[in-house]
């Protein structure tokens, strides 16, 4: 029995029964199995395998007839695969085994000698590696694709006006525009985050074997190259158990969604009709079975729903790895799951929030309507006293007592004579009506970073110079 195999004992017929007296029960078989959702990782199996293989010719521990017919049958494999041919079976437990017991039966020899120099500690590790390379990339691409509907829809509302909130109260008056831009700058941190996590994932545990490195002349820098990995785990122990790499991509994933799961609250408020800033494309809404008048916004909901799922998988991963001695344990087997929904949870939500940002409408009435409850421009006229000299503490003294007065009118600040405002403050001009409209006070903004409609199309240009897309 070879030493990376000790957990493996597949029953009376299995290869490696030799040692046990009695077959593996059947319960046992298939809470230990994990071929029926690791079976995902094929190609990356078969990719690692293939790389594994090239580097033990070229070192003269695999014969060249020998890496012809691995190649050959992992070519017939990977087609089997790909057409649904192959069957699976629960009894070679895992991806790993059932891909080598079937490279065996169709090229012989060569099928069992792959497995020199090398164990499935370091092969599921390279194979995870490679499968979430790929996903960072794809997930990656669709934050990306994202980012871009948010700065075209921002750019066409650079003007437009709807209260800003805080503690979820009308607070001053911002752009559409510049609303969406913080969310374009979340995803930027995603992406920031993805590129850095994917550095750490982008390194090879081949060669590691089973915990301890191997007494062959192996050349890990070769497999490393031929796989794109841009270098070696260095510590063949921490090669074979270390999942940092997943726990890491869970995180960056969930702060993904903590942000899609923010956007989509707003965009459940904004389409309640007491907001009415907008409406979704109907393809992503869905009536109700009894009140003929609802469209609800399933999508944002389920959006925020999956956050919670991701958040889960990320305490799921963390977990797993508390407490787990060196070097690989079977523990993490249970790795895969949490990381594959993790990843399907992202693509797909991505995927639709992508289109369904693209396809928003605006109010741009009603937003502009809701900026005129709330007193949304006092911080306005509190800054136009302080410009004409008087302290910023007074000022919001002489504000509140202004907002006191409108509020007992039941009109806007807006609203109040100019005689009225002038017994506030001998302070206030004419020029003071230009600052208490929402447009006056968001144009006014226009500090780095501000909402001034002039700072969010200048923010425009820059995240189209930095995506790429003028
Ligand atoms: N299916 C296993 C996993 O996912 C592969 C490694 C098993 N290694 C072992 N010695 N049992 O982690």
């Given at each position: 029995m070879p030493p990376s195999e000790e957990n493996l004992h597949a029953g009376a017929k299995g290869a490696w029964s030799g040692r046990f007296a009695e077959p593996v029960d059947e319960r046992v078989k298939r809470y230990t199995a994990s071929v029926s959702f690791d079976r995902r990782l094929a190609e990356f199996d078969i990719m690692g395998s293939l790389a594994h293989a090239r580097m033990l010719a070229a070192a003269k521990l695999l014969s060249h007839e020998d890496l012809a017919a691995i190649e050959r049958g992992m070519a017939e494999i990977g087609a089997e695969i790909a057409s649904g041919r192959f069957e699976w079976s629960l009894d070679a437990e895992d991806v790993h085994l059932n891909i080598e017991r079937r490279l065996t039966a169709l090229v012989g020899d060569a099928g069992k000698r792959l497995h020199t120099a090398r164990s499935r500690n370091d092969q599921v590790a390279t194979d995870v590696r490679l499968f979430l390379r790929a996903a960072i990339d794809d997930i990656a691409a669709l934050v990306r694709k994202l980012q871009r509907a948010l700065v075209e829809l921002a750019d066409r509302h650079a003007a437009t006006v709807m209260p800003g909130f805080t503690h979820l109260q009308v607070a001053q008056p911002v752009t559409f525009g510049h609303h969406l831009l913080a969310y374009y700058e979340m995803f930027d941190r995603d992406v920031a985050r993805l590129a850095d996590c994917r550095r750490r994932v982008?390194?090879?545990?081949?060669?590691a074997a089973a915990l301890a490195g191997t007494s062959f002349p192996i050349d890990r820098d070769r497999v490393a190259r031929e796989l794109g990995?841009?270098?070696?785990?260095?510590n063949s122990l921490d090669a074979v158990s270390d999942r940092d790499f997943a726990i890491e991509f869970a995180a960056a994933a969930s702060i993904v969604m903590v942000h899609l799961s923010r956007l989509s609250e707003e965009l459940i408020l904004w389409m309640n009709p007491r907001f009415g800033f907008v409406r979704l494309p109907d393809r992503y809404t869905t009536g109700s079975s009894i009140m003929p008048q609802k469209k609800n916004p399933d999508v944002p909901e389920l959006a925020r729903g999956k956050t919670g799922r991701v958040v889960g998988h990320l305490m799921a991963l963390v977990t797993l790895m508390k407490a787990q001695p060196l070097a690989y344990n079977k523990d993490n087997q249970e790795d895969k799951e949490p990381l594959f929904d993790t990843v399907d949870t992202l693509v797909d939500t991505l995927a639709i929030f992508a289109e369904m940002v693209a396809g928003i409408e605006v109010d741009a009435d009603a937003m502009r309507a809701a900026t005129q409850e709330g007193f949304a421009t006092a911080t306005d006229l509190a800054d136009y006293l302080v410009k004409r000299g008087m302290p910023f503490r007074d000022a919001h003294e002489t504000v509140a007592r202004a907002v006191r007065a409108a509020e007992e009118r039941g009109v806007d600040l807006a609203a109040l004579p100019l005689a009225d405002l002038q017994g506030f403050s001998?302070?206030?001009?004419?020029?003071?009506f230009a600052v208490l409209t929402p447009e006056g006070s968001a144009a006014s903004r226009?500090?780095?970073?501000?909402?001034?409609p002039e700072a969010v199309r200048a923010a425009v240009r820059r995240a189209r110079e930095t995506l790429g897309s003028a």
């Open positions: 982008n390194r090879l545990p081949l060669g990995f841009e270098g070696v785990c260095a001998s302070l206030v001009g004419e020029d003071v226009t500090s780095f970073g501000g909402t001034a």
